[in-house]
């Protein structure tokens, strides 16, 4: 009799995270944000008061393992969807209209990725506002990566003017209703995402690393966006507040190194680590710039004392974090490229030029970037993964090659280009841009992450997805390619390639050793 009730609850359970998924056609979750386009413009409907959270025991574990574990079997065992288009361009519009739908509830990466990740927001999609990007040409491409943009933004905002405090993930669990979830503990980037989406659809916040090219769009979203903020503006000022006193050590003037944090590599146990140090001092500069910071931060000294602690010159990279392995193995981690996207560094800066130069040298002595562009290391290191990822998916936070930082990786080598004419750059660019087309006609998709050798990656009881929307990142790349190479090849011949330009000496892995004490 007990049997048979456990087998009831467990099949209702399956039902419930098949019905909660806001992308199944079963689904019965609604909207509460609507955007609506109205004279090139948006307005929106706002009914995000009738919001509901449930965070009691039962629903944290529905979501957290009940929904993850059918979602990803699923992925796995039953669906991976790819286009059936035969060239690229017909590959990126199916993405699109698969991916980018106003009509449901937000944006995320797809398949068994139906919760809300909220640093997408500032990480894997912060190209989606870039109108440099001309996008698909079907007449409302542009207005799509807007709506979905903004309506992923007014929900996670909806959710947190309910639960103020900063997660790593949002899970419809009901029409209406949302559980708050950290994978696996509390996030570095969640607020940052926020603060990033926001300062972009106000137009305050560039969603491309540099100016490339000619706008082909305008932006629409800036009057939404302002009542958005105005609306939301003490739900920011709390979520900065509890972010900032929860993860930064005022004293060292760095993160915590008694805490992990999820970030974009949230799989891997890290302390105090270079990418989370990054991502605060730039959510702190969004803070200030949209005036929700509970007090200021001198983002110049703080700037400094990251790159004092993190860079090692002699090896010419960032450290990965401050753990005592990461500075005995002086531990490298590819998510270092989120210096390029936040504006912390830039490579066209003669005195910033140096930190890029030398890490892509490293990347190419190590076969970081091969097959192609990028693993976020060498190795796999899965005894710093936590528990079920290492149990599930151990080279997923190492050496499996993700798509997201591949662009990234392609866009500094031609910021590189465009900065120095050095044409090895531009080469690099060509070949890792070329890979991801033959992968993407083989794959029909542009999947999320390969294996080592370049094949789709798969493990027993995860399978990565096809076609995820951050094929916009790559639209952005090869925007930036075609406006590169045709500036540079209009006004100069390619330069062989130089040292850039030293920078003083900094404490690197010594200073590093002893700041974590």
Not at 354 to 373: L, S, T
Request: hydrophobic share 40%.
């Amino acid at each position: 009799m007990v049997f048979a009730i456990l087998l009831v609850l467990l099949a209702a359970a399956i039902a419930w995270a098949v019905v909660t998924n806001p992308f199944s056609r079963f689904s019965v979750i609604k909207q509460t944000y609507v955007a609506e386009f109205t004279e090139e413009a948006f307005t929106a409907i706002n009914e995000n008061h009738k919001l509901r959270i449930r965070q009691s025991w039962p629903w944290r574990t529905f979501s957290f393992y009940v929904k993850s574990f059918v979602h990803i079997a699923s992925t796995r065992y039953v669906a991976s969807p790819g286009s059936s288009a035969k060239t690229v361009d017909g590959i990126i519009a199916d993405i699109h209209a698969h991916r980018f739908r106003p009509e449901k509830l937000l944006l995320t990466s797809g398949d068994h990725f139906s919760s809300l990740f909220v640093r997408n927001l500032g990480v894997f999609y912060y190209p989606m506002l870039d109108a440099q990007v001309v996008g698909v040409k079907n007449g409302h491409d542009w207005h799509d990566r807007q709506a979905v943009y903004l309506q992923t933004l007014a929900y996670a905002l909806g959710v947190f003017d309910k639960r103020p405090i900063p997660v790593t993930t949002i899970v419809p669990t009901g029409s209406r209703h949302a559980t708050c979830m950290n994978y696996y503990v509390y996030p570095s980037d969640t607020v940052y995402g926020v603060l990033f989406a926001l300062a972009a659809l106000l137009g305050k916040e560039k969603a491309a690393p540099f100016a490339y090219g000619e706008k082909a769009h305008t932006l629409g979203t800036v009057p939404a966006a302002e009542i958005l903020l105005h609306e939301y503006k003490a739900t920011l000022k709390a979520l900065y507040k509890d972010y900032r006193t929860t993860v930064f050590d005022e004293s060292t003037g760095l993160i915590r190194t008694d805490i992990h944090l999820s970030g974009a590599k949230d799989i891997t146990r890290r302390t105090c680590a270079f990418y989370d140090n990054v991502v605060f001092w730039k959510t702190s500069e969004l803070a200030q710039t949209l005036g929700v910071a509970d007090k200021k931060i001198n983002l110049k000294a703080l700037k400094q004392t990251i790159l004092d602690t993190f860079w090692l010159e002699d090896e010419g990279y960032f450290l990965e974090d401050l753990s005592t392995e990461g500075i005995d193995a002086k531990y490298y981690s590819s998510d270092w490229l989120i210096v390029l996207t936040t504006g912390f560094l830039d490579p066209a800066d003669p005195n910033e030029q140096k930190y890029f130069a030398r890490n892509v040298e490293y990347i190419q002595r190590m076969g970081i970037d091969k097959p192609f562009a990028i693993k976020y290391q060498h190795e796999t290191r899965a005894h710093r993964q936590f528990f079920w990822a290492r149990v599930a998916f151990a080279a997923y936070g190492g050496d499996v090659v993700w798509s997201f930082w591949g662009m990234e990786y392609i866009k500094v080598l031609l910021r590189l280009y465009d900065a120095t004419g050095a044409a090895n750059y531009l080469e690099r660019a060509n070949f890792h841009l070329k890979a991801y087309e033959k992968a993407m006609l083989r794959d029909g998709g542009f999947p999320e992450v390969f294996d080592d050798k370049g094949k789709l990656y798969e493990t027993w009881i995860y399978r990565s997805i096809r076609q995820t929307g951050w094929v916009i990142g790559f639209e952005q790349a090869r925007a930036m390619r075609d406006a590169v190479g045709a500036k540079q090849s209009a006004h100069t011949k390619p330069k062989p390639a130089g040292k850039p330009k030293a920078t003083p000496k900094t404490l690197g892995a010594k200073k590093a050793r002893k700041a974590s004490r």
